[in-house]
Nanobody
């Protein structure tokens, strides 16, 4: 039984910063990667950034240079530092993991509940 709890969202002015956190509870093994997705109203959910178990990171072009994904293995937590926020960044941000489910005996996607980020004056 694994659960991901996101936090750190909120309302911020353009140019501001936020740090999102995703804390994993329960026991999880064989994680291929973790990432952050976002979904704005009326738009498809999109990948923002990802990080592999080896620490390799990838960021969407739209956020490259502004957002940084990282993790704290000791705390089982993945972060998304968001700087120079723009109104277009407004969305619900979801933590995601691709990991092996011992009950299903296969890899599957795990999702957090989402945290709202609103960038507005």
């Amino acid at each position: 039984q694994v659960q991901f709890v996101e936090s750190g969202g909120g309302l911020v002015q353009p140019g501001g910063s936020l740090r999102l956190s995703c804390a994993a509870s329960g026991i999880i093994f064989n994680i291929n990667s973790m990432g952050w997705y976002r979904q704005a109203p009326g738009k498809e959910r999109e990948l923002v950034a990802s990080i592999t178990t080896g620490g390799t990171t990838s960021h969407a072009d739209s956020v490259k240079g502004r957002f940084t994904i990282s993790r704290d293995s000791a705390k089982n937590t993945v972060y998304l530092r968001m700087n120079s926020l723009k109104p277009v960044d407004t969305a619900v941000y979801y933590c995601n993991a691709d990991a092996y489910d011992s009950k299903l005996h296969r890899y599957r996607a795990y999702w957090g509940q989402g945290t709202q980020v609103a960038v507005s004056s």
